[in-house]
C-alpha cells in the first residue's frame, strides 16, 4: 500500500530557530495535512494543502504541496517552548477512499 | 467550528468487560467518521471507517467483533472494545470529516485512554 516516510525523526532545538520537516512518498498523493499531537491529545490540524506546488502559512508555519505530488514540507520559523510536540504529515493517495496515510511523525523538542 | 469530542477521556476497566467510548462532531455533520489506535511514540493506525447509517469499514487485521462500531447519527459514533484485554490497551482516537463538503480534512477528538487490567 501507500507509505509516508516523514523525516526527521526527531529534533532537538535551540528557542528562536527555525525547524524543516518533510515527507516522501512513492507515489502520488491528492492532498497533504499537517498535524500536530501534544502528549496525550488528538492531532490538531495546523495546515491543509490541495494543488501541487501550493504554498500555504498559518502564522509562524509554511508547508508546500510539491511540484511532483509525492512530498511536502512543513518550516516552522522562530521556534518557542510550545512548539514542542509531534508533527505528522498526512495524506489521500490515489483511489479516492477518503482514508488518511500518516507518516511516523516528527518529535520537536525546543530549548528554551 | 471543526470541534470533536470524545467520552470517556480515559477508562480503567478489567479484563473481560467491554467498554464504549463515544465520538462526537460537535459543531458540524461529520460525513464519514474514523477510529484510529495509537501505541506510545508511534503513528496513528486506522481500524475502521464508518458513514452514518452503514456498517463499518474495517482494515485488515482488525476484528470486527472485537472491535464494534456504531455510526447511528451524523454526529455520533461509538466504538465499543467487547471482552477488553490487557493487549487491547492503548490510546483510540476518533476523527470526523465532511466539514463544509471539505471530506479530504479529518478533525480529530482528544482521545481516550484504554487500560485493561
Known amino acids: 500500500g501507500q507509505q509516508l516516510n516523514q523525516s526527521p525523526q526527531s529534533m532537538f532545538i535551540q528557542e528562536g530557530e527555525d525547524v524543516s520537516m518533510n515527507c516522501t512518498s512513492s507515489?502520488?498523493?491528492?492532498?497533504w495535512l499537517w498535524y500536530k499531537q501534544d502528549p496525550g491529545e488528538g492531532p490538531v490540524l495546523l495546515i491543509a494543502?490541495?494543488?501541487?506546488?501550493e504554498l500555504t502559512s498559518n502564522g509562524r508555519l509554511t508547508a508546500q504541496f510539491g511540484i511532483t505530488r509525492k512530498d511536502s514540507f512543513l518550516n516552522i520559523s522562530a521556534s518557542i517552548p510550545s512548539d514542542v510536540g509531534i508533527y505528522f504529515c498526512?495524506?489521500?493517495?490515489?483511489?479516492?477512499?477518503?482514508?488518511?496515510?500518516f507518516g511516523q511523525g516528527t518529535t520537536l523538542q525546543v530549548k528554551p | 467550528g471543526a470541534v470533536v469530542s470524545q467520552h470517556p477521556s480515559w477508562v480503567i476497566c478489567k479484563s473481560g468487560t467491554s467498554v464504549k467510548i463515544e465520538c462526537r462532531s460537535l459543531d458540524f455533520q461529520a460525513t464519514t467518521m474514523f477510529w484510529y489506535r495509537q501505541f506510545p511514540k508511534q503513528s496513528l493506525m486506522l481500524m475502521a471507517t464508518?458513514?452514518?447509517?452503514?456498517?463499518?469499514?474495517?482494515e485488515q487485521g482488525v476484528e470486527k467483533d472485537k472491535f464494534l462500531i456504531n455510526h447511528a447519527s451524523l454526529t455520533l459514533s461509538t466504538l465499543t472494545v467487547t471482552s477488553a484485554h490487557p493487549e487491547d490497551s492503548s490510546f483510540y482516537i476518533c476523527?470526523?470529516?465532511?466539514?463544509?463538503?471539505?471530506?479530504?480534512?479529518?478533525?480529530f477528538g482528544p482521545g481516550t485512554r484504554l487500560t485493561v487490567l
Open positions: 476523527s470526523a470529516g465532511g466539514l463544509a463538503g471539505i471530506d479530504n480534512e479529518q478533525f
Open positions: 498526512a495524506g489521500h493517495g490515489s483511489g479516492n477512499t477518503g482514508k488518511l496515510i
Open positions: 464508518s458513514n452514518e447509517g452503514s456498517k463499518a469499514t474495517y
Open positions: 494543502l490541495y494543488k501541487a506546488g
Open positions: 507515489s502520488i498523493f491528492n492532498t
